[in-house]
């Protein structure tokens, strides 16, 4: 490939010019990928924050427990209450 800067004939695997130091566009592609790859560990990061966050946005165990609980509770009074209601009205 030829330099940009001074027009001068450069392997095309060398990332800067070795006539002038300028950078070469082929260095630019190398850097894009080393940006995506930079980038892949933040998105990463980012799944993992946002599965936290919906980790915590899920309701803790007992605030489906507890109800489902009380409700079993009640329902279980008020059988008995029945129960003892049909056994005192017999
Ligand atoms: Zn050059």
């Known amino acids: ?3 940009p800067n001074c027009q001068r ?3 095309d695997t060398a990332k800067v010019c ?3 130091g300028t950078r070469l566009q082929s260095a630019a592609p190398t850097f894009e990928t080393l940006q ?3 980038e892949e560990p933040a998105l990463g990061e980012i799944t993992t924050e946002s599965s936290a ?3 915590a946005k899920t309701t ?3 605030v489906w427990t507890l109800p489902v609980a ?3 509770l009640l329902m279980v009074i008020c059988c008995c ?3 003892a209601y049909f056994y005192y009205q017999s």
């Open 70 to 72: 009380a409700v079993g």
């Open 36 to 38: 995506v790859t930079a």
């Open 81 to 83: 209450l029945l129960l």
């Open 9 to 11: 004939e450069v392997p």
């Open 53 to 55: 966050r919906s980790n």
């Open 18 to 20: 070795g006539y002038c």
């Open 60 to 62: 803790p165990w007992w």
């Open 1 to 3: 490939m030829q330099c």
